[in-house]
């Protein structure tokens, strides 16, 4: 007799036993040519007719276990787990020593609905009671197990309270009959891009744009020249919807099998792509890019030579000429000897996302995230858990500005054919940084001509440079601002004095963006700039550490013009009483100059002055109005 075993891997490999009280011999005769023309369906691919089959022959025969095996079994690869379990356990009830080795594809089932513990205890019998002679049955068996004892541990240590993973289909504005995938979206949230298959082979580009309603409309080719008759797939928009980043596979331009190509915005759309070149392609498979939000980063996977094994990611960073540096490999923190793919770097430029089907989870590839930490290192990989992760594989996925909401594509039962683009909420303990963002255009403030600058944004509690970009040559430029730091931005130009501000979102989270439209002034007598990063505690004139990332530009204006003499000025609110308060500001202006002096700057350079609270820019009458009175201010005395 044979059994219908041949949708699960590790279940086709199984050896059985012809224990009593089940004897196969003694099926009802047209119980088993229903049995029979199942099999044949089922090999054909037929599976709903094969299901019928079956259960006119499970009606004829009440005791055939195997007929409820096959019944297990077709519902395990139809991902109708539930069906799936009841099934094998009317076959156990009937005889358990017969079905024994059928707790492995009964607890892969189990595991498909979370029911995790359940499955380590049917395969802890199995392993038990008759382990499998056959080695690779064997290894699937020990291999569940460990992502069955991973999978209980995650939950024991991740409790998730009054959260619901309820993935929304995103309609049929976005999704159709055919396969969408590869979703990511501009930072404001209002364009999304994805790949879509086309009659089951060509992949293009489709684009979907947000109504003044809320909604998606209707998802239209991306225009442009950037769909060809070839495939195109796994792009990426950077943050501020200008540049297109994709993998495109045997072109007539190509170096390997895959290459990296990119687009630029223009006013008729995408324009042609070009070939990143041999510094990021290699005679290999490169794909699956993504542009840091500042595009100073790109993120792919390659299966270059030299690796660590399987697909790798990669970064290459933008070097001052304009260029892509040479690809490092993120290492064996989290490069394996098995695949990691889909990178995906999340607006606040910290936290990164990728598969793997190496580090421990739930079964084939899941998705993991690590955080940078000071220095540019990366933290151990962290996988996302149960139901992000399932015992199917996992990726594409992208996650908004917001940090919570996540998009992913995936075949659901509600799928409206082959994969489809769905959203939800990301759990909290695994969500990124809240980010906002600041654009606007960098001028000449005596011309108004827009003009080329570096836009700099430090982390005011490590002094790290968190992002450093360089404007367009008209001066437009974009730069995130994850909620839950405080941060000094700084524009910079040769022969202008910067522009300094800060942005305190460690207490708050904001909603809108920001626009800063900034005017440089050419360095020149009494051009004079407010130092919005330099900070004394309440009636104090210590400087607070977190002065220093200002001050260190500050000094680097100076070493860069060195015949400019400058006055350091303090000023104060109109709070306490007036002749504390020149002394204050005085003692304030010192500091600066004490600080500049011990970087090297001749004090004849320099001059400390206070005005206590005699130059208001501001009413004192209200909290704001004051913050902006007590400020530090830098004035070219002469060049």
Known sequence: MKRLLLFFACCSLFQYSFSQPYDPEKVNKKAVQFFDQAYERAQDGNYPNAIGLLLQAVKTDTKYVDAYLALGNIYGILKNYKSAIGYYEKAFAIDSGYTLQD??????????LGEFERALAAVNELLKKKPPKNPVTLENAYKRKRSYEFAVEYASNNQQKNYVFAPQNMGDSVNSNESEYFPCLTIDGNQLAFTRKLNGRNEDFFTSSKTPSG?????????????????????????????????????????????LYISYK????????????????????????????????????????GGYGGSDIYVSRMQPNGKWGNPENLGPG???????????????NQTLYFTSDHWPGYGDEDLFYVRKQPGGRWSKPVN???????????????????????????DRSDSKGGLDIYSFELRENIRPAKTLWVKGKVYDKKTTNGISAAVELIDLA??????????????????????????????????YLFYSDNFSMSNRSPDSIY?????????????????????????????????????????????????????????????????????????????????????????????AKG???????????????????RRTEMKVVSQ
């Open 515 to 607: 626009e800063k439209n900034i005017g440089l002034q050419p360095i020149e007598a009494n051009a004079s700039i407010v130092l919005k990063n330099i900070f004394f505690d309440v009636n104090k004139f210590e400087l607070k550490p977190a002065s220093q990332a200002e001050l260190d530009i500050l000094v680097q204006l100076l070493t860069e013009n060195p015949s400019v003499k400058i006055e350091i000025s303090g000023h104060t609110d109109n709070v306490g009483q007036p002749a504390d308060n020149l002394t204050l500001s005085i003692n304030r202006a010192k500091a600066v100059v004490s600080y500049l002096v011990n970087k090297n700057i001749s004090a004849q350079r320099l001059i």
């Open 266 to 305: 223009t006013e008729n759309g995408w324009s042609e792509a070009m070939n990143l070149g041999g510094t990021i392609n290699s005679d290999q498979w490169e794909s699956q890019p993504c542009l840091s939000p500042d595009k100073n980063e790109l993120y792919f996977v390659s299966r270059r030579f």
């Open 215 to 259: 909604n998606w409309g209707v998802a239209k080719p991306m225009e442009g020249n950037v769909n060809t008759e070839q495939s195109e797939g796994a792009q990426n928009i950077s943050q501020d919807g200008q540049w297109l980043v994709f993998t495109g596979c045997y072109r007539p331009d190509g170096m390997g099998g895959c290459d």
């Open 334 to 348: 989290i490069n394996s000897p098995a695949d990691e793919q889909c990178p995906f770097i999340h607006a606040d």
């Open 103 to 112: 707790k492995l594809p009964y607890s892969i089932n189990l595991a498909g």
């Open 611 to 629: 005005y206590g609270e005699t130059k208001p820019i501001a009413d004192n009458k209200s909290d704001e109005g004051r913050a902006e009175n």
């Open 384 to 410: 996302l858990g149960y139901p992000v992760n399932t015992i199917d594989r996992e990726g594409t996925l992208f996650i908004a500005a917001d940090g919570k909401t996540a998009y992913y594509a995936s």
């Open 462 to 495: 490590t002094k790290q440079v968190l992002t450093k970009v360089q404007t367009s040559e008209s001066g437009e430029y974009f730069i995130t601002l994850p909620v839950g730091k405080d941060y000094a931005f700084n524009v910079t130009r040769k022969g």
